[in-house]
């Protein structure tokens, strides 16, 4: 059972939020700042020195809390994108899509000036429950959430 703990001890950055635009052949492109780049690189590193496994490719949950610097207000969607991002560069998720990620509960943003960091808690899903079988066959089209209207 997959119970991994992972620190990035750098301020919590978004992806979204630290685009630039360059122009391609005339193009419009968007692509990481170089303030991105620069976190990814280095929170790269550091989860290295924390994971030497192989990528996980069965579903887990992650969630994570994210210690900001200051209390200005940020999207949690966005921390995640860029979290989840770093950790499967740094090859420990194999992908961030939904058949590994299946949740991420959990998540929060909290505020802590003195010491900025991303905390990471991964864990394995030993058995579907009822509500992930019940999404699932929403997924499919085979289904009604219990109580709706169509389920009922």
Known sequence: MINAHINIDLPPVSKKNSQQIIRINGRPCIIPSKQYKAYEKEAVELIRQQWTDEPIGEPVNVAMVFH?????????????EAAL???VKAGVLADDNCSIVTSMDGSVVGYDKNNP???IVITGKEESTD?????ESVRRGKGHAPGSAAGV
């Open 68 to 80: 900001m610097p200051t209390r200005r207000r940020v999207d949690l969607v966005n921390l995640q």
């Open 85 to 87: 991002d770093v950790l």
């Open 117 to 119: 960091r991303t905390e």
């Open 131 to 135: 509500d992930e079988q019940t999404a």
